[in-house]
């Protein structure tokens, strides 16, 4: 019989693994082989079938033919055949006998098979399909069939799984309760492994696919279809295996351990760098479809998703975009009130965003249907009906082409209750065809402005006595009315006079005058409707509108009015009667204001001629007398009567309301009034905080320095203000003025006239204005009075606005630079002024950077509270500002939690050491007294700053590298930073760097130092080491590697590297026939904090099939720092599972007796440390003896680290102590030199 080593072609990526070892081939014919295609394949199989069939039903029931049979069988096949009987009384079954063909496919020799399988010879059938097997046999056995088949996998003696065609049937009859069955095994595992190829790439499409053998922790490349290739742009399979050196399919590939080594199918996602630079996002579906040589192999299906992710990554940006609108929008909210609404054109739905956060939580508020069909939407539930109109003629503009504007109108958008003014400033954007398909607008609450606003044009519109309107508003209103009437309306305009008025100012007074107009203006009042309009036009006349009215009810009313004004005064024993006329006036179409008036006033001289007392309505036959005042006389009287120039005015209310830049407006406001009035000076002064005064603005560019410099309090002291809050002086020059004046104007010499004006609030003054005409002396009149004191009201009102604005700008801007709970700046403020400083004082000072961490503080945080630990903080703030007050030059910040940073500057740097230490013991006594227990402490790194400065942020991290080092050797300490801190970070980050390519490429390796019986010398274990080979072929040691993988957490992929090279050392062990001896594996504290710690490990014991008991958990005493709850309810699974767990180092870290009494460990590992001194002192001696009988008496093993001299290991001998490691015996050595000199010997 001729050996053949059989293996699988390239072309399906499966190799059989099988090497003869004396076994017959089972006849694995490949397409490299034969040529044989799958089909032909399935025809041999059912020819060969059928001739065995007809051989096997002539065999009789002879046992001796069982060996001719098999010989014959073997002949004519190269399938694997086996016999059993099932003896019923028993019901058990029997191996006979098997061919070799059998036994190449379960990799086993024939006395193995014989004897292994002998009663259970479903063993080699992988579990999930033992019961297919059983019910094909079942099948014979109790005659419902004479033959069966089935397809399963079966598991070689190498952990290979191969799938098998079986065909079983009887060969004998019934006899003596006996069947004899045959089954024939035929091996379809390269048939079935091209139909599950052919399924799982028709599955993934579109995709690649590679296929590759899970080997030593890393993916080997085996092969890939063309789409793959195409993908990686290359047209080769050489350039293929740096994907799988690809940090993130490295990182995959670590995180998918367990799943590969059990075989699971499962899915990723992941970005990958190409050869040519390109970043591609892709998912992996990974499905096992065999093994390689004892290995999993796997089917790997990539799809390329980039597209998919950089949309993702794209909406995750304008997520980050929006957030950043909210938190805009909120800062808006806090300072300003400002909203957004949007209104959608194609959904016709309103957004209103009640808050900042509306685009990320979707707090947004939808009205529907809101504009409507011809206007008709439900706008109308939030807009006031008086601004209907305007809104609908505004949306109408805005909807028309892509346009920026503002409008004011009422809403009660944001309070249902009522209506209130709102500002909206808009935007209409639009499509690519030019349609306006959004608006955007942000809406501001004016109604403060509004009602300010309001009174300001009630007060300019009113008569300052009567409270009536004043004669430029009444005729404005009833100008408005008369071009808005519509047809049929019927207005009535009456003129009144009040007869006999002068007696009264003659007789009793002005004052008593003014008390009867007041009187007369509340008559009037009482007498019409509210929505009449009333107006005082002249010193004792008064206008009435009367709005759709009647002939008889206008004269209704006129007598009415009469009556009640007709009345008799008494005083200075003289009395004076007075009355009035009224003359009546009624619109007719296309009338206006001063022919309405005209007709009124002819009609009420008429009332005066027919004897006063009475009204008049006019009829075209009217005349005046000729003994009346001329029409031109009476024009005359009214303008002198007008209160102010209501042009400048209502400019100055415009300019100003509508103002972005208050300053400049104001500015333009005292060059419009100058040239008006022909000043030549104007000033306007403001009170600070304090009360002083100060220019703020002044008319023309020009500096008025006379004017500017001599305004102080004392000159202002000195002004007579009236009761309006005016003082002028016509002629500065005049040596008839007061005392006061001329001490005053000495200083304002250079003018001839001057006026000034001030407005304020609640007897707080708030601006001064000051006129001066430097040419001419002037008379003051009561308009240039009157309108300069209403400028200094509108003026103050808008400087107060601009003033709560500046103030509002100015914590926006304090909140972007400053920690809102410390005051400190924050971190990028910080940064930019600390360079800032430096730059600046660098020659003349010495500057040092400190980086603190407050020890302690999350014991404030647990025990007392976030409230209690914002006080720690602010604390150590305040501590850190007096700091740097005291020295003068620094800067401060809050880096984050409880980290801070501190600009400090010194003389010399033991000044600067002398400083913060000064600082720091302030802040722990401070802390001491508030929290005696809680052992507060800083750890702090400080970086000096060097001459050749240049960039604040290489000094922070400076810094910040010194304080880590503080934190690691003594919790309350500082470190000055060290050029080999930053040569030691980057070490650490080359490490971290070349971890997964020195795994991949074996450069982590296993060494084992034997563990020894004191009495016997005996090896009885072995603690795993790694050791990490360089280039060179030099070593780096543990203590220069894992302290850098600790920080990041690496060190847990770097330990179950090497458990897993400890698994396989032993697999190989067992494979050779060589019972293995137990290895210790150290494991990190950084495992105890990880999810499946115990899962992962026992999975992989399960999978190499290594006996628990074999493998010791080994770990440091630190680990019980973390979580010791967690930590030894690990611990107790690992015992209870069979492995052992070893306590290493013990007393050098937190173990105490006591903890250990109950702690799940059976072994502990004494620390050599205390092994030093035993030689000499008897001290030592006794301490080692006590301590070891304690832990002897709770029942755990101890051994001995670091055993170097005979002395000490007799010392333990004579102590009891049997077990001990050190390079008294052996040191830690490479895997195959302890082979050669332990196991293989």
Same mark, same amino acid.
């Given at each position: ?316 940006? +304008? ?572 800067? +401060? ?349």
């Amino acid at each position: 019989m001729q050996n053949n080593n059989i293996k699988n072609s390239a072309a399906s990526g499966v190799s059989s693994g099988y090497q003869q070892k004396g076994y017959i081939s089972a006849g694995n014919i490949t397409k490299n082989q034969s040529g044989i295609s799958s089909i032909m394949k399935i025809a041999a199989l059912f020819a060969g079938f059928m001739l065995d069939r007809k051989f096997l039903i002539n065999a009789g029931d002879n046992r001796r033919n069982h060996s001719i049979f098999l010989e014959l069988a073997y002949n004519k096949t190269h399938n694997g055949i086996i016999q059993f009987e099932y003896i019923k009384n028993e019901k058990a079954v029997h191996l006979i006998d098997c061919n070799e063909a059998f036994c190449h496919i379960v990799d086993c020799p024939v006395d193995v098979v014989k004897r292994y399988f002998s009663y259970n010879f479903f063993k080699f059938v992988v579990d999930e399909d033992r019961i297919k097997t059983f019910n094909a046999a079942h099948a014979i056995i109790s005659n419902e069939k004479r033959n069966s088949s089935t397809e399963v996998r079966i598991l070689n003696k190498d952990g290979d799984i191969r799938w098998v065609h079986i065909n079983m049937f009887r060969i004998e009859d019934e006899q003596s309760g006996r069947f004899i069955i045959q089954a024939e095994f035929t091996d379809i595992t390269e048939l079935k492994q091209e139909q599950l190829e052919k399924g799982i790439v028709y599955d993934a499409m579109p995709g690649f696919s590679i296929k590759c053998v899970f080997k030593n922790s890393f993916l080997e490349f085996l092969s890939a279809n063309e789409k793959f290739y195409e993908f990686l742009g290359i047209s080769d399979s050489e350039n293929i295996p740096y994907i799988f050196s690809d940090s993130n399919f490295t990182k995959y590939t670590a995180s998918h351990t367990n799943d590969f080594i059990n075989r699971k199918s499962f899915y990723d996602s992941f970005m990958i760098t190409l050869a040519d630079g390109r970043k591609k996002w892709i998912t992996v579906s990974a499905k096992c479809i065999g093994t390689n040589y004892g290995y999993p192999l796997y089917m790997l299906v990539i799809i390329d998703i980039t597209e998919r992710e950089e949309a993702y990554i794209n909406l995750e940006k +304008a997520n980050m975009e929006l957030k950043i609108r909210a938190e805009r929008y909120s800062l808006i909210e806090k300072s300003t009130e400002e909203k957004i609404i949007e209104y959608d054109v194609k959904s016709d739905s309103l957004i209103i965003q009640e808050s900042s956060e509306v685009d990320i939580a979707g707090s947004a508020r939808k009205i529907e249907n809101y504009l409507g069909n011809d206007f008709n939407g439900n706008f109308k539930s939030i807009i006031c009906p008086d601004d209907y109109d305007y809104y609908i003629k505004l949306m109408k503009k805005a909807l028309e082409v892509s346009s920026k504007g503002s409008a004011d109108y009422r809403t009660n958008l944001h309070d249902n209750s009522s209506y209130k003014w709102y500002r909206s400033y808009y935007t209409s954007v639009a499509d690519k065809s030019g349609e306006v398909v959004r608006l955007i607008a942000r809406i501001k609450n004016i109604e403060n402005e509004r009602t300010t606003q309001k009174k300001l044009e009630l007060q300019i519109k009113s008569d300052p006595m009567t409270g009536l309107l004043n004669k430029i508003a009444v005729k404005s209103e009833i100008s408005d009315v008369l071009l808005d009437m519509p047809p049929l309306y019927y207005h009535a305009m009456m003129m009144i006079d009040i007869d006999n008025f002068k007696s009264v100012n003659d007789n009793l007074g002005h004052m008593f005058g003014d008390a009867v107009l007041k009187n007369i203006a509340s008559a009037i009042r009482r007498t019409f409707r509210s929505s009449d309009i009333i107006g005082r036009i002249g010193g004792d006349e008064f206008i009435v509108f009367m709005k759709n009215t009647s002939i008889e009810n206008a004269e209704m009313k006129a007598r009415e009015l009469c009556n009640s004004i007709k009345r008799t005064y008494s005083g200075n024993g003289k009395t004076v009667e007075i009355s009035c006329s009224i003359g009546i006036s009624y619109s007719k179409d296309n009338e206006d204001y001063d022919t309405l008036f005209e007709k009124a006033d002819t009609a009420m001289y008429c009332s005066k001629k027919n004897g006063r007392n009475g009204y008049t309505s006019y009829s075209e036959n009217m005349q005046k007398s000729e003994h009346e005042l001329t029409r031109e006389d009476c024009g005359a009287v009214h303008a002198s009567n007008k209160a102010f120039d209501m042009e400048i005015i209502s400019f100055a209310l415009s300019l100003m309301s509508n103002s972005k830049d208050i300053d400049s407006s104001i500015n333009i406001l005292l060059e419009q009034t100058g040239n008006r009035f022909d000043m030549t000076d104007i000033v306007l002064f403001e009170c600070d905080e304090c009360g002083e005064l100060f220019p703020s603005n002044s008319w023309p560019e020009r500096e008025n320095s006379e004017i500017i410099s001599s305004m102080n309090q004392s000159n202002y002291n000195m002004m007579e203000f009236d009761s309006r809050g005016v003082f002028c002086v016509e002629n500065c020059h005049d040596s008839g003025s007061c005392v006061s004046e001329k001490t005053l104007f000495l200083d304002y010499k250079c003018f001839k006239s001057l006026i000034a004006v001030k407005s304020d609030d609640n007897a707080v003054l708030k601006v001064l204005l000051l006129f001066g005409d430097r040419k001419n002396v002037r008379k003051w009149s009561d308009i240039q009075k009157n309108t300069f004191y209403e400028l200094s009201r509108i003026i103050s009102v808008f400087t107060t606005l601009r003033d709560e604005r500046r103030k509002d700008k100015e914590k926006i801007a304090l909140l972007k630079t400053t920690d809102a709970l410390t005051g400190l700046y924050n971190f990028e403020a910080f940064k930019i002024k600390a360079e800032e400083i430096i730059v600046k004082n660098k020659k003349s000072r010495t500057f040092a950077l400190f980086y603190m961490d407050i020890n302690g503080f999350t014991y404030v945080n647990d025990n007392f509270g976030y409230n209690a630990g914002d006080r720690l903080l602010c604390d150590f703030a305040g501590c850190v500002k007096d700091t740097i007050k005291d020295a003068g030059i620094g800067c +401060a910040c809050r880096v984050y939690s409880d980290y801070f940073l501190m600009l400090l500057s010194g003389e010399s740097r033991s000044d600067v050491m002398l400083k913060i230490k000064s600082s720091n013991d302030r802040f722990f006594d401070m802390e001491r007294r508030a929290y005696p227990a809680g052992s507060i402490g800083l750890s702090t790194g400080i970086y000096f700053i060097s001459d050749d400065f240049t960039d604040i942020t290489i000094s922070i991290d400076n810094a910040d590298l010194a304080r880590k080092k503080a934190k690691r050797t003594n919790q309350n300490t500082y470190e000055i930073y060290t050029a080999d801190l930053r040569l030691s970070r980057s070490n650490e980050l080359s490490i971290i760097g070349e971890l997964y390519r020195a795994m991949e490429k074996g450069k982590i390796e296993l060494f084992l130092q034997p563990k020894f019986s004191l009495d016997t010398r005996q090896v009885i274990g072995a603690e795993a080491l790694a050791r990490w080979r360089n280039d060179d072929c030099s070593l780096k040691y543990p203590s220069e590697f894992v302290p850098a993988l600790e920080k990041i957490g690496y060190i847990v992929k770097l330990d179950f590297y090497m458990y897993e090279q400890v698994l396989k050392c032993m697999r190989k062990w067992i494979d050779r026939g060589i019972k293995p001896i137990p290895v210790s594996v150290n494991f990190s504290r950084k495992n105890s904090l990880e999810d499946g710690f115990y899962e992962r490990v026992y999975n992989l014991a399960e999978a190499y099939g290594i006996d628990n008991s074999l493998v010791e958990i080994e770990t440091t005493e630190s680990t019980f720092i973390n979580d010791i709850n967690k930590m030894l309810e690990t611990m107790r699974r690992f015992q209870n599972a069979g492995f052992k767990v070893d306590i290493d180092d013990f007393g050098t870290g937190y173990s105490s007796l006591n903890m250990l009494v109950s702690a799940p460990v059976d072994v502990v590992k004494i620390d050599k440390s205390f092994l030093k001194n035993i030689e000499d002192s008897q001290y030592e001696r006794d301490y080692v003896k006590q301590m070891c009988k304690m832990i002897s008496t709770a029942n755990k093993d101890i051994i001995f680290e670091g055993v170097e001299t005979e002395e000490q290991a007799q010392f333990l001998l004579e102590c009891g102590f049997t077990m001990a490691q050190g390079y008294l015996f052996e040191k830690p050595i490479p895997l195959e030199e302890f082979e050669n000199k332990y196991i293989f010997k």
